[in-house]
């Protein structure tokens, strides 16, 4: 299930073993106090924490008699483990038999930042997958939108996603804007697109991502605002070069590669929102050119990495095969 389905599954009871699995630490801690809130009762005693990485061989003994024990004058007893990845001959010997008759006592979450380690724990008996991965930008503004109206405060589907962009839908800052943003507004009661371009801080990488952007559309005085504003503030002619390679690379992937969406959006870390939308820039562009333009930025990051040019030099070449070839 995602994240944002877990709340109503709680309503419906407790489940034997969570596996809360993907990179947002945000969903991966929220999902967890959720279900700790729900159904723990004397934490002292009925709650145990362990590291993944700690329970090898004989000490998967410990951990199953540990998920066996009955709770201390409560219904549930809580194990939790931290990025547990079992081999397939592990799970096989120590945990199969007991996923296969899971104690009705006990509760089992397992908190895992990576996937596709290990045996493929989501598709075992017993165990609820919950999707802790990063959402796409139009779930976070809808999050968001939702969030600010449960605070009484107004504001616009255009604001909200704006917070989404500029914090490129990492829950834990988006959490963290929109609290700032209800305490700031709560007299006014409503939040601005104007707000949020004021007040949320745009994070580097989008930064980047409004950049590299402007290529597609020629934009040479975005693009030069843009950069110029990234080198004020401590990033090199080496990095925005590089990004510009990286930039033409997946575009010439992504238009190139026969792949559905998500088979490209897991190979490139993107979401497919971000895929389809990069497929049109890399169309306006031409796959050609594409061509060209990352096999000459890739050429200038080497030539200033190895002493060829100087960093100006290097940027101004990037800029004229870019914008002016």
Same mark, same amino acid.
């Not at 009925?46 to 700690?54: E, H, I, P, T, V």
């Not at 990004?243 to 088979?263: C, H, M, P, Q």
């Given at each position: &299930?995602?994240?944002? *389905?877990?709340?109503?599954?709680?309503?419906?009871?407790?489940?034997?073993?969570?596996?809360?699995?993907?990179?947002?630490?945000?969903?991966?801690?929220? $999902?967890?106090?959720?279900?700790?809130?729900?159904?723990?009762? =004397?934490?002292?005693?009925?709650?145990?924490?362990?590291?993944?990485?700690?329970?090898?061989?004989?000490?998967?003994?410990?951990?199953?008699?540990?998920? *066996?024990?009955?709770? %201390? =004058?409560?219904?549930?007893?809580?194990? @939790?483990?931290?990025?547990?990845?079992?081999?397939?001959?592990? %799970?096989?010997?120590?945990?199969?038999?007991?996923?296969?008759?899971?104690?009705?006592?006990?509760?089992?979450?397992?908190?895992?930042? *990576?996937?596709?380690?290990?045996?493929? #724990?989501?598709?075992?008996?017993?165990?609820?997958?919950?999707?802790?991965?990063?959402? !796409?930008?139009?779930?976070?503004?809808?999050? $968001?939108?939702?969030?600010?109206?449960?605070?009484?405060?107004?504001?616009?589907?255009? $604001?909200?996603?704006?917070?989404?962009?500029?914090?490129?839908?990492?829950?834990?800052?988006?959490? +963290?804007?929109?609290?700032?943003?209800?305490?700031?507004? @709560?007299?006014?009661?409503?939040?601005? +697109?104007?707000?949020?371009?004021?007040?949320?801080?745009? !994070? $580097?990488?989008?930064?980047?991502?409004? =950049?590299?952007?402007?290529?597609?559309?020629? !934009?040479? /005085?975005?693009?030069? /605002?843009?950069?110029?504003? #990234?080198?004020?503030?401590?990033?090199?002619?080496? /990095?925005?070069?590089?990004?510009?390679?990286?930039? %033409?690379?997946?575009?010439?992937?992504?238009?190139?590669?026969?792949?559905?969406?998500?088979?490209?959006?897991?190979?490139?870390? =993107?979401?497919?929102?971000?895929?389809?939308?990069?497929?049109? *820039?890399?169309?306006?562009?031409?796959?050609?050119?594409?061509?060209?333009? %990352?096999?000459?930025?890739?050429?200038?990051?080497?030539?200033?990495?190895?002493?060829? &040019?100087?960093?100006?030099?290097?940027?101004?070449?990037?800029?004229?095969?870019?914008?002016?070839?």
């Amino acid at each position: &299930m995602e994240y944002v *389905q877990l709340k109503d599954d709680i309503k419906e009871g407790a489940r034997p073993v969570y596996l809360l699995e993907g990179n947002d630490a945000y969903f991966r801690i929220h $999902a967890e106090k959720q279900i700790r809130d729900a159904f723990s009762e =004397m934490p002292e005693l009925n709650y145990s924490s362990y590291d993944g990485a700690d329970i090898k061989g004989s000490a998967f003994s410990a951990f199953t008699a540990a998920l *066996q024990a009955f709770p %201390f =004058m409560a219904e549930k007893r809580i194990i @939790k483990v931290s990025e547990f990845y079992p081999s397939e001959s592990e %799970f096989e010997r120590y945990l199969k038999p007991l996923f296969e008759n899971f104690p009705s006592t006990t509760i089992l979450i397992i908190v895992n930042s *990576q996937g596709k380690k290990g045996v493929d #724990l989501k598709r075992k008996k017993a165990v609820t997958y919950v999707n802790c991965n990063k959402s !796409d930008e139009e779930t976070v503004t809808r999050w $968001a939108y939702i969030t600010f109206k449960r605070a009484g405060i107004s504001a616009s589907q255009e $604001a909200c996603g704006a917070i989404a962009a500029y914090c490129l839908s990492d829950m834990s800052r988006v959490s +963290r804007e929109v609290e700032k943003l209800t305490e700031w507004a @709560k007299d006014a009661g409503k939040v601005t +697109r104007a707000d949020v371009d004021e007040l949320v801080y745009k !994070d $580097a990488d989008y930064r980047i991502y409004e =950049m590299t952007n402007c290529v597609a559309r020629r !934009d040479y /005085a975005s693009f030069a /605002a843009i950069s110029d504003d #990234l080198l004020s503030k401590g990033l090199d002619e080496n /990095a925005l070069i590089s990004s510009l390679a990286t930039y %033409f690379k997946n575009l010439l992937y992504i238009v190139s590669s026969g792949e559905r969406d998500g088979e490209i959006a897991s190979a490139l870390k =993107m979401t497919e929102w971000g895929v389809k939308k990069s497929r049109e *820039q890399a169309r306006a562009i031409g796959a050609e050119r594409l061509s060209t333009l %990352f096999s000459g930025t890739y050429s200038l990051a080497s030539a200033l990495k190895s002493g060829e &040019m100087t960093p100006h030099g290097a940027f101004k070449t990037a800029l004229a095969k870019v914008f002016f070839s």
